[in-house]
Protein backbone atom coordinates (compact mmCIF):
# COMPACT_ATOMS: atom_id res chain seq x y z
CA UNK A 1 0.00 0.00 0.00
CA UNK A 2 1.24 3.48 -0.61
CA UNK A 3 2.82 6.00 2.37
CA UNK A 4 0.31 8.14 1.48
CA UNK A 5 -2.20 6.21 2.45
CA UNK A 6 -2.62 5.87 6.29
CA UNK A 7 -5.15 4.24 8.80
CA UNK A 8 -7.26 6.52 11.52
CA UNK A 9 -10.32 6.07 13.66
CA UNK A 10 -13.52 6.97 11.74
CA UNK A 11 -14.60 11.06 12.69
CA UNK A 12 -18.34 12.48 12.20
CA UNK A 13 -16.89 14.89 9.85
CA UNK A 14 -16.47 11.42 7.48
CA UNK A 15 -19.91 10.69 7.43
CA UNK A 16 -20.71 12.15 4.32
CA UNK A 17 -17.95 11.33 2.46
CA UNK A 18 -18.28 7.27 3.40
CA UNK A 19 -22.18 7.51 2.74
CA UNK A 20 -21.25 8.44 -0.89
CA UNK A 21 -19.28 5.24 -1.35
CA UNK A 22 -21.73 3.29 -0.07
CA UNK A 23 -24.25 4.91 -2.52
CA UNK A 24 -21.56 4.44 -5.42
CA UNK A 25 -21.24 0.95 -4.46
CA UNK A 26 -24.79 -0.07 -3.66
CA UNK A 27 -27.46 2.45 -4.90
CA UNK A 28 -26.00 3.58 -8.56
CA UNK A 29 -29.19 1.64 -10.10
CA UNK A 30 -30.30 4.47 -12.81
CA UNK A 31 -33.90 3.31 -11.60
CA UNK A 32 -33.67 5.24 -8.34
CA UNK A 33 -33.21 8.59 -8.10
CA UNK A 34 -30.05 10.82 -6.68
CA UNK A 35 -31.96 11.88 -3.61
CA UNK A 36 -33.37 8.73 -2.84
CA UNK A 37 -30.12 6.70 -3.24
CA UNK A 38 -28.32 9.38 -0.93
CA UNK A 39 -31.38 8.26 1.67
CA UNK A 40 -31.03 4.54 1.29
CA UNK A 41 -27.31 4.72 1.62
CA UNK A 42 -27.34 7.35 4.92
CA UNK A 43 -29.93 4.70 6.26
CA UNK A 44 -27.74 2.08 5.44
CA UNK A 45 -24.63 3.60 6.76
CA UNK A 46 -25.80 4.52 9.83
CA UNK A 47 -27.50 0.88 10.58
CA UNK A 48 -24.36 -0.45 10.22
CA UNK A 49 -22.39 2.00 12.63
CA UNK A 50 -25.10 1.20 15.33
CA UNK A 51 -24.08 -2.16 15.34
CA UNK A 52 -20.53 -1.52 15.19
CA UNK A 53 -18.10 -1.32 18.52
CA UNK A 54 -14.53 -0.90 15.76
CA UNK A 55 -14.75 1.92 13.27
CA UNK A 56 -11.58 2.25 10.91
CA UNK A 57 -11.23 4.57 8.08
CA UNK A 58 -8.32 4.95 5.16
CA UNK A 59 -7.62 8.09 4.10
CA UNK A 60 -5.12 9.07 1.21
CA UNK A 61 -4.29 13.06 0.84
CA UNK A 62 -6.84 14.29 3.45
CA UNK A 63 -9.36 12.16 1.14
CA UNK A 64 -11.35 8.81 2.70
CA UNK A 65 -10.93 5.98 0.61
CA UNK A 66 -12.03 3.24 2.54
CA UNK A 67 -13.77 2.09 5.98
CA UNK A 68 -14.20 -1.59 7.80
CA UNK A 69 -16.54 -1.17 10.72
CA UNK A 70 -16.76 -4.58 12.80
CA UNK A 71 -18.25 -5.58 16.52
CA UNK A 72 -16.85 -7.82 18.72
CA UNK A 73 -19.94 -9.41 20.58
CA UNK A 74 -18.65 -8.56 24.21
CA UNK A 75 -18.27 -5.42 23.51
CA UNK A 76 -21.56 -4.82 21.98
CA UNK A 77 -22.93 -1.25 23.31
CA UNK A 78 -25.89 -1.63 25.52
CA UNK A 79 -27.78 1.05 23.41
CA UNK A 80 -26.95 -0.99 20.29
CA UNK A 81 -30.79 -2.20 19.26
CA UNK A 82 -32.21 1.13 21.25
CA UNK A 83 -33.66 3.77 19.52
CA UNK A 84 -31.79 6.76 21.94
CA UNK A 85 -28.44 5.57 19.50
CA UNK A 86 -27.96 8.35 17.52
CA UNK A 87 -27.33 6.21 14.47
CA UNK A 88 -30.54 4.14 15.17
CA UNK A 89 -32.06 7.82 15.00
CA UNK A 90 -30.74 8.62 11.66
CA UNK A 91 -31.92 5.40 10.49
CA UNK A 92 -35.38 5.89 11.43
CA UNK A 93 -35.10 9.44 10.03
CA UNK A 94 -34.49 8.34 6.67
CA UNK A 95 -36.92 5.53 6.74
CA UNK A 96 -39.75 7.61 7.50
CA UNK A 97 -38.81 9.82 4.63
CA UNK A 98 -38.35 6.81 2.09
CA UNK A 99 -41.74 5.53 2.65
CA UNK A 100 -43.75 8.49 1.21
CA UNK A 101 -41.84 7.33 -2.22
CA UNK A 102 -42.72 4.59 -4.45
CA UNK A 103 -38.96 3.87 -5.02
CA UNK A 104 -37.95 4.91 -1.14
CA UNK A 105 -40.49 2.22 -0.18
CA UNK A 106 -39.11 -0.41 -2.77
CA UNK A 107 -35.56 0.42 -1.77
CA UNK A 108 -36.99 -0.51 2.15
CA UNK A 109 -38.50 -3.63 1.34
CA UNK A 110 -35.35 -4.69 -0.39
CA UNK A 111 -33.04 -4.15 2.42
CA UNK A 112 -35.51 -6.18 4.79
CA UNK A 113 -35.29 -8.65 2.40
CA UNK A 114 -31.29 -8.51 2.90
CA UNK A 115 -31.81 -8.51 6.70
CA UNK A 116 -34.10 -11.70 6.00
CA UNK A 117 -31.12 -13.68 4.28
CA UNK A 118 -28.80 -12.81 6.50
CA UNK A 119 -30.94 -14.21 9.46
CA UNK A 120 -31.27 -17.54 7.66
CA UNK A 121 -27.82 -18.14 6.49
CA UNK A 122 -26.51 -17.31 10.13
CA UNK A 123 -28.94 -19.33 11.64
CA UNK A 124 -28.25 -21.78 14.22
CA UNK A 125 -23.97 -21.08 13.61
CA UNK A 126 -24.46 -17.14 16.19
CA UNK A 127 -22.95 -18.66 19.09
CA UNK A 128 -20.33 -19.83 17.06
CA UNK A 129 -18.45 -16.40 16.45
CA UNK A 130 -17.10 -13.97 19.10
CA UNK A 131 -17.35 -10.92 16.38
CA UNK A 132 -18.46 -9.90 12.84
CA UNK A 133 -17.16 -7.82 9.78
CA UNK A 134 -20.19 -5.48 9.75
CA UNK A 135 -19.12 -3.27 6.61
CA UNK A 136 -16.00 -3.28 3.96
CA UNK A 137 -15.35 -0.97 1.41
CA UNK A 138 -12.86 0.86 -0.56
CA UNK A 139 -13.17 3.19 -2.93
CA UNK A 140 -13.56 1.11 -6.36
CA UNK A 141 -10.42 3.76 -7.85
CA UNK A 142 -8.40 2.76 -5.13
CA UNK A 143 -9.03 -1.54 -5.33
CA UNK A 144 -5.83 -3.40 -6.26
CA UNK A 145 -3.78 -1.39 -4.34
CA UNK A 146 -3.35 -2.82 -0.96
CA UNK A 147 -6.27 -0.46 1.39
CA UNK A 148 -8.77 -3.05 1.22
CA UNK A 149 -6.04 -5.54 2.88
CA UNK A 150 -4.69 -3.48 5.16
CA UNK A 151 -8.15 -2.18 6.33
CA UNK A 152 -8.82 -5.80 7.01
CA UNK A 153 -5.14 -6.69 8.65
CA UNK A 154 -6.02 -3.87 10.87
CA UNK A 155 -9.43 -5.65 12.21
CA UNK A 156 -7.68 -9.21 12.50
CA UNK A 157 -5.74 -7.28 14.71
CA UNK A 158 -8.06 -5.85 16.71
CA UNK A 159 -9.77 -8.74 17.05
CA UNK A 160 -6.87 -10.75 18.11
CA UNK A 161 -6.26 -8.37 20.95
CA UNK A 162 -10.06 -8.17 21.85
CA UNK A 163 -9.26 -12.34 22.17
CA UNK A 164 -11.59 -13.04 19.08
CA UNK A 165 -11.65 -16.57 18.20
CA UNK A 166 -13.76 -16.87 14.93
CA UNK A 167 -15.62 -14.42 13.62
CA UNK A 168 -18.20 -13.74 10.38
CA UNK A 169 -18.85 -11.99 7.22
CA UNK A 170 -21.90 -11.50 4.95
CA UNK A 171 -20.94 -10.53 1.30
CA UNK A 172 -22.95 -11.35 -1.93
CA UNK A 173 -22.01 -11.33 -5.56
CA UNK A 174 -21.97 -7.30 -5.78
CA UNK A 175 -18.88 -7.68 -3.81
CA UNK A 176 -15.35 -8.88 -4.53
CA UNK A 177 -16.32 -12.35 -3.25
CA UNK A 178 -12.61 -13.54 -3.94
CA UNK A 179 -11.18 -11.41 -1.46
CA UNK A 180 -12.35 -13.68 1.09
CA UNK A 181 -11.47 -16.65 -0.61
CA UNK A 182 -7.80 -15.36 -1.31
CA UNK A 183 -7.55 -14.64 2.49
CA UNK A 184 -8.54 -17.86 3.83
CA UNK A 185 -12.16 -17.70 5.24
CA UNK A 186 -14.36 -20.86 5.03
CA UNK A 187 -17.28 -20.18 2.73
CA UNK A 188 -19.91 -21.57 5.06
CA UNK A 189 -23.37 -21.27 3.50
CA UNK A 190 -24.96 -19.52 0.57
CA UNK A 191 -27.91 -18.53 -0.73
CA UNK A 192 -29.72 -17.85 -4.37
CA UNK A 193 -31.63 -14.77 -4.55
CA UNK A 194 -33.87 -14.15 -7.76
CA UNK A 195 -35.50 -10.63 -8.03
CA UNK A 196 -38.63 -9.83 -10.02
CA UNK A 197 -36.40 -8.08 -13.15
CA UNK A 198 -35.24 -11.18 -13.70
CA UNK A 199 -31.65 -10.71 -12.03
CA UNK A 200 -30.44 -12.41 -8.56
CA UNK A 201 -27.63 -12.25 -6.37
CA UNK A 202 -26.15 -15.15 -4.55
CA UNK A 203 -25.66 -14.02 -0.72
CA UNK A 204 -22.97 -15.53 1.83
CA UNK A 205 -21.36 -16.46 5.16
CA UNK A 206 -18.08 -16.92 6.04
CA UNK A 207 -16.06 -17.60 8.54
CA UNK A 208 -12.79 -16.75 9.95
CA UNK A 209 -10.40 -18.10 12.29
CA UNK A 210 -8.19 -15.30 13.87
CA UNK A 211 -4.36 -17.39 14.38
CA UNK A 212 -2.96 -17.20 17.31
CA UNK A 213 -5.74 -17.29 19.49
CA UNK A 214 -6.35 -19.99 22.16
Known sequence: MSDSVTLRPLRRDDYDALTE????????????????????????????????????????????IGMILARVERRAPRWRSTPLNPHVRRVLREGFS???SREGRRGIREA????????????????????????FLVDERMRGGGVGRTLFDHALSRFRTAGVRR????????????????RGLTRMRERYVPHRDGGSDTFYLYEGVCAGVA
Open 167 to 182: YFLFTDTTCDVGFYDH
Open 98 to 100: LIV
Open 112 to 135: FGMVRTDAKLLHGLKSRYDAEIVL
Open 21 to 64: LVRRMWYADPEIGVDCARRLATADFHHCLSCSTLATVAVRDGEV
